[in-house]
Structure formats: C-alpha cells, structure tokens
C-alpha cells in the first residue's frame, strides 16, 4: 500500500499550489480520501475531505471558499487544489485514504510554505 503526495513547495501569500496524492496497493473507491496537514508545534488538522460519492465533501472553516478537493477513481488519484493561500497554511501536508471496515493509510507529506 502507497500514498504518494506531491505538488507542495514554496509560494507567496494569494498563490496557489495543487496537491497530489497517488494510491496503489489497495481498492482506492471503497476509501474516504482526506487531506490533513501539521504546522510545526501544532497537532495535525483535518483540511478536507471526500467520501465515496463526489458530493460528499468536508473543509474545516479556515479553508472553505479557497481549497477544493476531488478525487479521480479512475486513476486513484486524489487532489487538493489551494488557491489564496496563506501564511498560516504553511504546514506539512498529508493524504489519508480511510474505510470503516479495513483500516487507514497515510501518505508521508509533502511541505507547503507560504512566505513572500
């Protein structure tokens, strides 16, 4: 099992950067795909979600209006798309992939910096 993220890097603040997530190993459209993240001294945070159907998606507050997830079955591939970025999203960012029934896998993170 693999989650692979990419599409994190260095940006000023009102920038956008697409996230990546990429799955192998397991039945990708049976799982919720989450994006969470961690700012250093901070406890890792939900940021969005998306569950099995498209309608079915999640941000905490501070996102809302700026970020869009969506997922790709067909390639087992999930995204984050983050637009008017902050200084305080800055933080390590990670794929989640999580079925009630089987478990959860986690991707190891990819660095987003907000910074002019």
């Known amino acids: 099992v693999q989650l692979v993220e990419s599409g994190g890097g260095l940006v000023q603040p009102g920038g956008s950067l697409r996230l990546s997530c990429a799955a192998s190993?397991?039945?990708?459209?049976?799982?919720?795909m989450s994006w969470y993240r961690q700012a250093p001294g901070k406890e890792r945070e939900l940021v969005a979600s998306?569950?099995?159907?498209?309608?079915?998606?999640n941000y905490t507050d501070s996102v809302k209006g700026r970020f869009t997830i969506s997922r790709d079955n067909a390639n087992n591939m999930a995204y984050l798309q983050m637009n008017s970025l902050k200084p305080e999203d800055t933080a390590l960012y990670y794929c989640?992939?999580?079925?009630?029934?089987?478990?959860?896998?986690w991707g190891q993170g990819t660095q987003v910096t907000v910074s002019s």
């Open positions: 190993g397991f039945f990708f459209s049976s799982y919720a």
């Open positions: 998306h569950g099995l159907l498209s309608f079915i998606k």
């Open positions: 989640n992939a999580r079925n009630t029934r089987f478990g959860e896998y």
